[in-house]
């Protein structure tokens, strides 16, 4: 099934079933998996985004009882949050109904150092050495680990393999063959390139990474220098162009355009592959972000869920034995969640090196390219830093205004943010 279709088919059995906070519709909770009856004092609330991928709301709710079946003092509710996750658990957090666990998408430093998560470098114990080296600083604030990473989602670049070898084109290796693929493949009824549904989406950052720049290192901002300037000024070209799919029934993340062969060349991610090869076979492949100029460093976007607890709920303790069991010694499980329901790579090396859809084909292509040339966005990188350099891209690629001045200015306000943050 599509991310597409699962998206639609969970949101309608989602209608008469939705929680509210400060006014806000939540989403769905499942009933606990233990009550008082059944032995259980404490019933943690969990909280989930909705993933697209059919079979995970079921998953995370199995999982769920086979915490409380192993601990029987300790019931567990799911709660499915649809729309805009980040915006609904912020609002919950300020308040007495926050979730006792709650995943987090690209962990962040201020959640730590504004006291909203629990320190849980006890619960990984010897296990810490067997999760990835990037995996754990992402979850560092002050030497300590706040959170334990799921899934790690990568993001690269998919293609139709007889659609570029039918127009002549080689897959592109620099901004300039991608520019100018994505332009060759541009007719009358269909365009070259997807990106997301406002012709920006990720590349701004990719642009920064691909000619060797930072968006944030050691705490200060570095996507106004002159070579993040030159590669964010030079998607404007995409545009002028009117290479881009705009305006899509779905966005990036899901790979509709793609298969239905509205584009032959998007910006998508692992965990749509199955679908991908489900609709299209072998007539696909894959490639990171293009080096900007010759020379240039190629990029795969890595991003992915971390679990944290909520260092202020009433049932602190039980959340940490909750996080503990599933998410570090549940290794079955976690592979489960990894290659069942679309593909992500296990943060664990371990658990990685079971998982046997990820060891052939564009998967295994993808985990080599990932480890190869994977750029994570720094842990002080959140909305009040990244805000200022998105609106900064869209009216750059837009022609509105001195992208040097726009991007100035952007990291004066996102610096500062930065700084409170780690403040």
């Known amino acids: 099934m599509s991310a597409q279709r699962a998206q639609?088919?969970?949101?309608?059995?989602?209608?008469?079933?939705?929680?509210?906070?400060?006014?806000?519709?939540?989403?769905?909770?499942?009933?606990?998996t233990g009550d008082s009856s059944s032995g259980a004092k404490t019933t943690l609330n969990v909280w989930s985004h909705a993933y697209g991928e059919a079979g995970t709301q079921q998953a995370l709710t199995r999982y769920a009882a086979a915490f409380t079946k192993a601990n029987p003092d300790?019931?567990?509710?799911?709660?499915?949050?649809?729309?805009?996750?980040?915006?609904?658990?912020?609002?919950?957090?300020?308040?007495?109904?926050?979730?006792?666990?709650?995943?987090?998408?690209?962990?962040?430093?201020?959640?730590?150092r504004r006291g909203q998560v629990a320190a849980l470098d006890a619960q990984y114990g010897s296990a810490k050495a067997d999760f990835t080296r990037g995996n754990l600083d992402r979850v560092t604030a002050d030497g300590k680990l706040y959170g334990v990473k799921m899934i790690d989602d990568v993001m690269m670049m998919y293609y139709r393999k007889s659609v570029l070898a039918k127009a002549g084109i080689a897959p592109p290796t620099t901004f300039d063959a991608l520019a100018s693929a994505a332009k060759a493949l541009t007719t009358k009824k269909s365009k070259g390139l997807f990106v997301g549904n406002d012709g920006v989406g990720e590349t701004p950052a990719l642009a920064v990474f691909s000619n060797g720049g930072e968006l944030v290192a050691d705490g200060k901002v570095g996507f106004a220098s002159p070579k993040a300037v030159e590669a964010v000024t030079a998607l404007k070209r995409l545009h002028d162009d009117k290479s881009l799919l705009l305006g899509f029934t779905t966005d990036w993340w899901d790979p509709s355009a793609l298969v239905q062969e509205v584009v032959p060349m998007q910006w998508c991610g692992l965990w749509a592959m199955p679908a991908i090869e489900d609709a299209l076979g072998d007539d696909f492949g894959i490639l990171p972000w293009p080096a900007f100029k010759a020379g240039g460093t190629p990029v795969i976007r890595v991003g992915g869920w971390t679990s944290c607890v909520n260092a202020k709920g009433k049932n602190v303790d039980a959340a940490k034995k909750f996080v503990q069991w599933l998410w570090i010694e549940q290794t079955d499980l976690q592979k489960d969640w990894s290659e069942s329901y679309g593909f992500h790579i296990p943060p664990r090396t371990s658990v990685a090196a079971t998982a046997g859809k990820l060891s052939k084909g564009a998967a295994r292509e993808t985990v080599v390219l990932a480890a190869k040339y994977g750029k994570q966005n720094p842990n002080t990188w959140d909305s009040a830093s990244g805000t200022p350099f998105s609106a900064a891209a869209a009216k750059i690629v837009a022609g509105q205004g001195d992208p040097a001045q726009l991007l100035a200015d952007a990291a004066r306000q996102a610096q500062s943010a930065v700084d409170k943050q780690l403040s």
């Open 8 to 32: 639609l088919s969970r949101r309608g059995f989602l209608g008469g079933s939705l929680l509210f906070v400060a006014g806000t519709a939540i989403g769905c909770t499942t009933s606990p």
């Open 74 to 112: 300790i019931a567990v509710k799911v709660t499915w949050v649809p729309g805009d996750y980040t915006a609904k658990l912020n609002a919950s957090l300020l308040t007495d109904a926050a979730p006792d666990v709650f995943e987090h998408g690209d962990f962040t430093q201020g959640l730590a």
